[in-house]
């Protein structure tokens, strides 16, 4: 069983940072490829950034330059760094990996989400 815990959202003003962290648990062999999504109120969620295993990462138009996705593979933790951000960037962000557990089974999970909030 895996388990993914997300942490790092949070109340910032425009022009601020945030960091987001999706820490997974459980009966992992490797995680192979990671996403972080978001959910804007009122409309789909959608993807921000992504990174495919042994890949650098690939980003959302509105984002690019701004958020960096990173893993630490030793944690079995991905992250989401979140520069210069404006209230449109206000969401629910959720991460999601795909992962290999010790049992060789490939499957996806989901984070719970975080909310995200930039004030203008």
């Known amino acids: 069983q895996v388990q993914l815990v997300e942490s790092g959202g949070g109340l910032v003003q425009a022009g601020g940072s945030l960091r987001l962290s999706c820490a997974a648990s459980g009966t992992i062999r490797s995680i192979d490829n990671m996403g972080w999504y978001r959910q804007c109120p009122g409309k789909q969620r959608e993807l921000v950034a992504q990174?495919?295993?042994?890949?650098?990462?690939n980003y959302a138009d509105a984002v690019k330059g701004r958020f960096t996705i990173s893993r630490d593979n030793a944690k079995n933790t991905v992250y989401l760094q979140m520069n210069s951000l404006n209230p449109e960037d206000t969401a629910v962000y959720s991460c999601?990996?795909?992962?290999?557990?010790?049992?060789?089974?490939?499957?996806?999970?989901w984070g719970q989400g975080t909310q995200v909030t930039v004030s203008s």
């Open positions: 990174m495919i295993s042994g890949g650098s990462g």
């Open positions: 999601y990996l795909f992962v290999t557990t010790i049992t060789n089974l490939r499957r996806g999970y």
